[in-house]
């Protein structure tokens, strides 16, 4: 089996594709300097020349801009300072996962109030929870008893705060399940 040193076609690459120094084909562009003002618009090979004085390098910044604007950075800071940007926008975001309770026909009192307790808990960490009742064998005649016991759990977690029903409850291959969250 051979292994492609390659990135895989599969995983899309999200990082922005600048044009830089000698890749930049239009005849003008409109550059920036280092500092954010606005020098103006002038021939590609006159504002390398500049960026190039500067011991900096000419990025492309908007190329669909009439003339593209070009700005005259460090490339490698640019990359660096959009890499962190995006770092800290995935650890910003949070993942909902779903948490699963499972009751069955014969549930005990006791036993119901602990899987009340982790509902609970997994509700106020911001996590959605699929609370499921199988059915066995025989058990399968009570579809009415189980859609009960279901409807009494989700009635007692809504005595603290209000419940949002996600997906009712199905009926699929001797399974009850519901999906709630905050």
Do not use: C
């Not at 500092?35 to 492309?60: F, H, R, W, Y």
């Not at 908007?62 to 003339?67: D, E, F, L, M, N």
Request: net charge positive; no cysteine; aromatic share 6%.
């Amino acid at each position: 089996m051979r292994i492609s040193r390659y990135r895989s076609k599969y995983t899309p690459d999200t990082s922005k594709r600048y044009r830089i120094n000698q890749y930049i084909k239009v005849p003008e562009v409109r550059v920036i300097d280092e500092n954010g003002e606005n020098i103006g618009v002038m021939p590609t090979g006159q504002a390398l020349a500049l960026a190039e004085e500067k011991g900096m390098d000419l990025v492309e910044v908007s190329p669909v801009a009439q003339p593209p604007v070009a700005k005259i950075i460090n490339y490698s800071k640019l990359k660096y300072e959009e890499e962190k940007s995006r770092r800290k926008q995935i650890a910003r975001q949070k993942k909902v996962e779903v948490k699963g309770i499972r009751l069955s026909l014969r549930i005990g009192e006791h036993d119901q109030e602990t899987r009340l307790k982790q509902a609970q808990k997994f509700l106020n960490d911001g996590d959605k929870v699929k609370v499921e009742l199988i059915l066995r064998g025989r058990e399968k005649q009570h579809t009415a008893l189980a859609r009960e016991i279901i409807k009494k759990f989700v009635d007692s977690l809504q005595t603290e705060k209000p419940i949002k029903i996600e997906q009712p409850i199905t009926y699929m291959g001797g399974k009850f399940s519901i999906l709630i969250s905050n």
